[in-house]
């Protein structure tokens, strides 16, 4: 069972809640997929730390065999090819590995050469599989790393926690691609409602079934859950503002490893979604 | 010497562009036969990449000087890569600048990244 973990910005307890389910649902593989600020290995500190590169192919020219016909700059859709001074100038960081160019090239001047842009770890914490992905400064884009991360990570059997990067863009819809349930978290406001309206709009695109988490919930008005009735979006469950909750996390500190009352919270959430997955997914398994 | 502009519009009074590779037009003119004409900039729709794509349509049209308010990395590899001179524009008339720039009047565009290390003009 493939569950992801989604908000629509950074810092609304997406970590905090799928961090503390992994820990809580042993075996487990926890996936952490925000590969510009990976954080949930700081959770977990696994062992016996497995790594290895995640390499695109990016088009080199051989200039002696490149007659200047220019195909391969007028083609490239992304704009990452120039060509001065009979030179042919590839900006890596602009090109998207479509390998057109090199199909194109009528000289058979183009060849690909591997790129890397990241790396994944894997390693182990208890009985918690934690597999990151780490994108090297200045790459244009975590998507590659995510594919080779969910593959790594696949397990038949052990319950994995995808832990998607913030927001809605093509990055976090390849998180998602194999989940077979959606946890959106949200924060009992105007703007987490707005965010959440903007997950909630990429999980029905993409036909998951999800359930909503709020976090950091008082009593009182709550835009988030108003939302949620209007819009008929299933509220799992609720995690209360406790700031002793928050200090645990922002220390590094495992909450349901801590305290009988948050492995009591954080089951409660388990259950209610292990039973909404199950009820979600049942009809087509 | 051939200098060419980012503008708003086709016309002679027009304004520079605030961006390089999203401005609609570019202005060029012949310092020689004082002839000025405009080409669309085909990059300015264009997902991604802008910069380098009206880059290279600056180098096509066989330019010496640019004159523009700011200019990208990449933009700027492509544009030193073929020796051209960068210099920064003042906001109003593209006119005006080109009357600044034969008056000797400008320096050299130092609003790139650091990566740029001043290209000689001439
Ligand atoms: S298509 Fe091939 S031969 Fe033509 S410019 Fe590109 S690399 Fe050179
Ligand atoms: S591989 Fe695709 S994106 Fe990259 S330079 Fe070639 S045509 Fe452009």
New interface residues.
Partial sequence: MKIAVLSGKGGTGKTLLAVNLAALAQPAVYVDCDVEEPNGHLYFRPKHIVQKPVCIKIPQVNPTLCNGCRKC?EH??????????D?L?I?D??CHSCGLCSLLCPQKALSEIDKEIGIIQSGRADDVCIHTGILHIGQATGIPIIQNLLLEASSADALTVIDCPPGSACIVMESIKDADFCLLVTEPTLFGAHNLSMVHDLVTLFNKPFGVIINKSIPGANPAETFCKENNLPVLGKIPYDKHLSILHSNGEIAVKHSETYRALFSSLLDAVIKEVRHETAPHS | MKIAVPVDENTQNTNVCVSFGRAPYFLFFDTKTKQTYFVHNSAASSTGGAGIQAAQIIVDNGVDVLLTPRCGEQAADVLIAADIALYKTFSGSAQDNLDAFAADKFSELDDIHAGFHGHGGK
């Fill in positions: 700059v490239c859709a992304f704009n990452a090819l120039a060509y001065v001074k030179n100038l900006f960081d602009i």
